[in-house]
């Protein structure tokens, strides 16, 4: 009996050693699909011995200043023009550590069916924040709505477009909200993520979508200080396996696009 209970003593010490040898990494993320590739992988990483922690925000803003502030170690929900923009406004030196995928970029309406149906002084509703309300208004270009004085310009914005035949009035709204006004605009140019979260689906109900070509790819961001540790190496390997390219194929159905 001592025997017994002396054996079964060293097996519980033995994994709580174990466990104490666990490195806890802590992650931002949108909802969607973010924080549901990273669940997806977080059996794996606990065999390579991480302790996932997905902590869900609904403002990058705030993701951002978590990472600086080292109250995360990395965030997942941004592409780099977007990360540029907040560096240079907000005195941050966060760093991309890998590309995952792409949300292409989609127009929304209730009021019309097609493009052609677009009325001569629609409101447009486009995101808020500097990079995607570029995007959003290159995207409106590509579809031959807008000419932006630079064509190329990533940080274009309303006062360059210079031709405006229908004479489009452009209302740039915080991005989380735009798939709640749809009601109210006659289009709207919305994240992938929100429209996920909208339950609308990107291929089958946006009017025009960016293709597959997009650069606009989601990043796992940190700090230069831990940019390189072997725990987010260990996330960056999970995040680009075959497992998870499969599982964003078979989950998304085209509306999220892996780019490893």
Do not use: C
Request: avoid cysteine.
């Amino acid at each position: 009996m001592k025997t017994r209970q002396l054996l079964l003593s060293t097996l519980l010490g033995l994994g709580v050693s174990l466990a104490a040898q666990a490195d806890t990494l802590t992650v931002g993320a949108e909802a969607v699909p973010h924080a549901e590739i990273l669940e997806h992988i977080k059996p794996v990483l606990a065999k390579e011995g991480i302790d996932l922690k997905v902590k869900v925000f609904t403002n990058g803003q705030q993701e951002n200043f978590a990472v600086a502030q080292k109250e995360l170690d990395a965030n997942y929900f941004q592409h780099k023009p977007f990360l540029d923009g907040f560096n240079k406004a907000k005195g941050t030196q966060l760093v991309s550590v890998a590309a995952i995928h792409v949300e292409p970029f989609g127009a929304y309406s209730r009021k019309i069916r097609k493009l052609s149906e677009l009325r001569d002084g629609a409101v447009v509703a486009v995101p808020n924040d500097p990079s995607n309300a570029a995007r959003a208004l290159l995207l409106l270009q590509k579809n031959g709505l807008i000419r932006l004085r630079d064509p190329s310009n990533i940080l274009s914005t309303a006062r360059d477009i210079v031709v405006n035949p229908k004479k489009l009035q452009i209302r740039e709204l915080e991005g989380a909200t735009l798939s709640r006004v749809l009601d109210q605009v006659d289009l709207a140019l919305i994240n992938t993520n929100y429209a996920l979260q909208a339950k609308l689906q990107p291929r089958r109900d946006a009017l025009f979508i960016e293709d597959s070509q997009s650069p606009y790819a989601n990043i796992l961001v940190a700090r230069p200080d831990n940019k390189s540790s072997p725990a987010l190496k260990k996330l960056v390997a999970a995040l680009t396996s075959n497992d998870v390219r499969q599982f964003i194929d078979s989950r998304y159905q085209g509306a999220v696009v892996p780019v490893f």
